[in-house]
Each structure stands twice: as structure tokens, then as C-alpha cells.
């Protein structure tokens, strides 16, 4: 079972580039989100998505765009990277909102230089 | 919003030792807390959650308590073993109609062999 993949595992930018960050999930999942990991803040929200069509913003969501096209992709758009954006990134689903495990991707580590 | 506390950052214990990790919550609203375990370069994982209308609960060894008195939840791992090593992290939700887990700072332990 492949669950939740996110894509690049690892990437560099330069400060002012965008990109996308890729999030797939095969579980039929209606719930997805983005959280950022910081050293000593734990996992934050960024965006999260209760179903296709439906996006909404979380704790941190200022810099990043997300689109819900379909139930399997929830993509994370960088539109001008910044340094402070250096992290690593990892998407999220439940079955429904009201679910209470959270399938982890493996996570992307980004860095802005 | 919430905010969790999640205590050590890091703990250290000689193979078949006890580790316990603690974290308080202050939204006393928050009533679904699970703990995920994550490996190195890999997404956290649930491996346990409580309800607070649940004092305990254990499988195999570990264990979680809550005290929603003092709005406090702990982590409890028995005959620890070198796979046990990885970082832990506490989170608070609340369950009806929430869109996110607010994650504690995380607590890296190493297991001894």
C-alpha cells in the first residue's frame, strides 16, 4: 500500500523561486493537510482540505497556495520562497474530518538559500 | 488557539528502563490526544491516542494518562528496547468539528543497549 507520498524528498531553492510540493494519497481519503517541522515547534498547520474543491487555512498559511482538485492530490505552491520557509514539510490525510489517525507522508525537506 | 508543552526534549534510558514523557495542554475544550512516534527520515505515526473521557489506557507496553484536571497527559513506555528510539510527539485536538492537532516540541529518546 503505497498511503500518503510526497515528492521531492529533498529540494533547495533560492530565495524568490517558487515550487510546487506534491502530496498523493491512495486511501480514498476526504481529509488532507500540510504541516511545517521546525527544530523545537513541533508540527504546524499550514492548509488543510476536508474534501475536492475545499481548502481552508490553517496555523501558518501566509506564503503558501493550495488547491484541492481532486480527492488524491493536494499540491503546496511556494509562489516566492523565502528563508524563513526553510523546513521540512509533510501532508496528512484521514479518512474524514472527524477521523482521528492522520496518515503521515515521509515528509520534504526544504531548503531556501 | 491551543498551546502544548511537551516535556523532556531529549531522554536517555538503559535498555529495559521505563521512559515517560509528559505534556500539558491549556484549551480545556481539547479532548482527543495522541501521541505519534517518529524514525528518522520517516512521517510521524500514531501509536496511541486518548479520549478525555478516558483515564488510561495501555497496548502492551506503553501506556497513556490523562488528568484533565490538571489538563496533563503523559506517555509511558515499559522494558524499553533500542527500536524504541525515536522522537515522540504529544498532541491535543478537539475532536468535534476541528480541523487540527496542535503538536507538542517533540521528545527525541535514545534507548542504551
Known amino acids: 500500500n503505497a498511503g500518503v507520498t510526497q515528492t521531492p524528498k529533498f529540494q533547495v531553492l533560492k530565495t524568490g523561486q517558487s515550487m510546487t510540493l506534491q502530496c498523493a494519497q491512495d486511501?480514498?481519503?476526504?481529509?488532507m493537510s500540510w504541516y511545517r517541522q521546525d527544530p523545537g515547534m513541533g508540527l504546524r498547520l499550514i492548509h488543510y482540505?476536508?474534501?475536492?474543491?475545499?481548502?481552508d487555512q490553517g496555523e501558518v498559511p501566509n506564503g503558501y497556495n493550495v488547491s484541492r482538485s481532486t480527492t488524491e492530490d493536494f499540491p503546496l505552491r511556494l509562489l516566492s520562497a523565502a528563508p524563513s520557509q526553510t523546513s521540512v514539510y509533510f501532508c496528512?490525510?484521514?479518512?474524514?474530518?472527524?477521523?482521528?489517525?492522520?496518515?503521515f507522508g515521509q515528509g520534504t525537506r526544504l531548503t531556501v538559500v | 488557539g491551543e498551546n502544548v508543552e511537551q516535556h523532556p526534549s531529549t531522554l536517555s534510558v538503559q535498555e529495559g528502563d521505563s521512559a515517560v514523557i509528559k505534556c500539558t495542554y491549556s484549551d480545556s475544550a481539547s479532548n482527543y490526544f495522541p501521541w505519534y512516534k517518529q524514525e528518522l527520515g520517516k512521517g510521524p505515526q500514531l501509536i496511541i491516542d486518548?479520549?478525555?473521557?478516558?483515564g488510561e489506557k495501555k497496548d502492551q507496553r506503553i501506556a497513556v494518562t490523562l488528568n484533565k484536571t490538571a489538563k496533563h497527559f503523559s506517555l509511558h513506555i515499559t522494558e524499553t528496547q533500542p527500536e524504541d528510539s525515536a522522537v515522540y510527539f504529544c498532541?491535543?485536538?478537539?475532536?468535534?468539528?476541528?480541523?487540527?492537532?496542535?503538536f507538542g516540541t517533540g521528545t527525541r529518546l535514545t534507548v542504551i543497549p
Open positions: 486511501m480514498n481519503h476526504e481529509y
Open positions: 496528512a490525510s484521514k479518512l474524514q474530518v472527524l477521523d482521528t489517525e492522520a496518515f
Open positions: 486518548i479520549r478525555s473521557n478516558v
Open positions: 498532541a491535543a485536538s478537539k475532536e468535534t468539528g476541528a480541523n487540527n492537532l496542535f
Open positions: 482540505s476536508v474534501g475536492a474543491g475545499i481548502t
